[in-house]
């Protein structure tokens, strides 16, 4: 049973646990040339007061006041979201938040704020037992970290990490050499720490040692009155005598329990809890294990609680946008209404004979263009699959016919190259096939999809796929699905040859008439006058084929940003 590692081991920002409200109405905020400024000043008031519904209000607020170019302003707003949905156990949420700030970062942003974004994903990851990932966002984090504590405390995080993956032997190889270092020890709050999650892991390996670093711990943190670290070191010296002095064991499970109950800190009151059920029995046992079940039940009432608020308040602003988009439109249609009318006696047989004309124009204008961008498509696709054929077998294929020609077979060296040459020559094979190959666009349709969409995954590239499952892929008409499978395919193509980014984001909405599906990498994005290439053009006369629009959005060094929007 694992009960420990670092409360919240943020690095740059402090985070406290607790749950609470406030009435929003009841705020006003002055009207003046920078709303941000005032909504900032709100949320900021409100996290410290630690009513974080509200404070994620303001933070969101204030995002929506920034302009396209204010990109520390967005950050800062996406951070502050997400840690405040992180104090909150809404992890996932939290991983969304802090993910939509990373397209803002450029190469002359804050190395703060790009630490702390990648530190809150790595928390977020390692508190939903994703431990790779939150390795990989840890040594993100490293990168942009200024001071060595700071470097320190993050490799002390990653460490935890390798306790929650039962690597002690890891754990140890790190948290060891940070005990020895001086600067630690000048930081009595991490030192203790660190010898705790030493002397933890040292005991999950059956180390003697392991009682000595804990009570080290315990001692520098009751000196330094931290009552979160106090509770830590008891509930792992009660665990520690769980096997050998029950008595012992349940008398550190009472005081961390005492202890986490005066500190408010409910997730260590559960932990508690949980030791003194192993250690009880009869009458007791009972009625540990019903105050047990009430706080947990609580905390999942109250997180859940949190998590449909921060829902509620990103989709209610984006209604509000959404609305205030359309009152703008109604409003200068009307105008354009009232001018018509004005003038309607007077051009009324004019505006027929155009009309008229214009719908025959247009019909046959969009008649002959289909026709020609469908064979500019199809001749486009034989060019494409000849290029691939020329560049990536040809060469090979002619290497292995000299080779089977000049060289002996018979020689075991010779007949693994021929092999090899071979393999190389079935994997290209296989990969244009795969490009080119038909689509099931049945049931099957959407694991194959997201199958497609995580090959793309690699030690460069990291895609993550956001899908509610909301999407009724059964009700899409086929060739629908197979113009979505061809632009993502094409847009990820893209990707791996031009974009040089880290990290790809692709999500899937549906409403009542369409279907949106969202792209976005932290790229170098399009230089100049955006002019696409061959691939996205063709994916942009596929996605016009069947209705939809198909908008890029980039500047260089921000990344691309694309959005297919199409009915259903």
């Known amino acids: 049973m694992k009960l420990i590692k670092v409360h919240f081991p943020i690095l740059i920002l402090t985070l406290v646990l607790a749950i609470s409200s406030c009435e929003k109405k009841t705020d006003t905020v002055t009207e003046t040339e920078n709303n941000y400024t005032n909504y900032i000043a709100l949320a900021d008031q409100h996290f410290n007061n630690q009513t974080y519904d509200s404070a994620f209000y303001y933070y969101n607020k204030s995002r929506l006041e920034c302009k396209p170019d204010e990109n520390e302003r967005i950050i800062y707003a996406y951070l502050k979201m997400a840690v405040t949905q992180q104090i909150q156990g809404d992890y996932s949420g939290s991983e969304t938040s802090a993910t939509e700030a990373i397209p803002f970062f450029t190469k002359t942003t804050n190395p703060y704020y790009k630490c702390a974004v990648y530190n809150n994903l790595g928390i977020n990851y390692e508190r939903l037992n994703e431990y790779d990932d939150a390795i990989y966002n840890y040594n993100q984090a490293i990168k942009y970290a200024e001071i060595g504590l700071q470097k320190d ?24 050499p940070l005990s020895q270092k001086k600067d630690i020890a000048n930081d009595p709050r991490n030192h203790a720490r660190i010898l705790d999650n030493l002397g933890y892991s040292y005991y999950k390996l059956d180390n003697p040692k392991a009682v000595e670093y804990i009570e080290q711990s315990k001692l520098i943190r009751q000196n330094i009155n931290d009552d979160f670290g106090i509770t830590t070191s008891f509930l792992h010296l009660s665990e520690l005598y769980s096997n050998n002095n029950i008595k012992l064991a349940h008398e550190y499970a009472n005081l961390a329990y005492l202890k ?17 059920i192993k250690n009880s029995n009869g009458e007791k046992l009972k009625k540990t294990t019903l105050l047990y079940l009430k706080i947990n039940d609580s905390i999942i009432k109250a997180r859940q609680k949190a998590k449909n608020q921060f829902a509620k308040i990103k989709y209610d602003s984006k209604l509000d946008r959404e609305e205030n988009l359309k009152l703008k439109a109604q409003k200068a249609e009307n105008a354009l209404q009232l001018e018509k009318i004005k003038n309607r006696n007077l051009t009324l047989y004019i505006i027929i004979s155009l009309v008229l004309g214009s719908i025959f124009f247009l019909y046959y204008y ?15 696709s034989e060019t494409r699959i000849s290029k691939k054929l ?18 002996d077979l018979s020689s075991s060296e010779n007949k693994e190259i021929l092999l090899s040459n071979l393999d190389t020559i079935y994997s290209g094979t296989r990969n244009i096939s795969r490009q080119n190959s038909t689509i099931d666009t049945g049931e099957n349709f959407e694991s194959e999809l997201k199958e497609m969409l995580s090959s793309y995954n690699g030690n460069e590239v990291s895609v993550i796929i956001k899908d509610n499952n909301d999407i009724n892929w059964p009700k899409i008409q086929s060739e629908k699905k197979i113009a979505v499978y061809r632009v993502l395919q094409e847009l990820l193509v893209n990707m791996k040859k031009h974009s040089q980014c880290s990290f790809v984001v692709i999500g899937f909405e549906e409403n009542d ?36 629009t198909l908008t890029f959005e980039s500047e260089p060094n921000k990344g691309l940003k694309v959005k297919i929007t199409f009915p259903k």
Do not use: C, P
Request: net charge positive; no cysteine.
């Open 366 to 380: 969009l008649t002959t263009k289909g026709k020609r961008e469908k064979t500019a498509a199809i001749y486009e």
């Open 260 to 276: 986490a109950t005066e500190a408010n800190n409910v997730n260590d009151r559960l932990s508690s809890l949980n030791l003194l």
């Open 390 to 407: 020329h560049d990536e077998l040809a060469n090979e294929v002619y290497h292995t016919i000299v080779l089977a020609e000049t060289k």
């Open 153 to 176: 405390v993050l490799n002390n995080n990653i460490a935890v990490v390798y306790i929650g993956k039962t690597n002690y032997e890891k754990a140890i190889n790190i948290l060891y």
């Open 513 to 548: 008439k369409q279907v949106q599906i969202q792209y976005s990498d932290n790229g170098i994005g399009f230089s100049g006058k955006m002019n696409l290439r061959n691939g996205l053009k063709n994916a942009e006369n596929r996605i016009h084929n069947i209705k939809g």
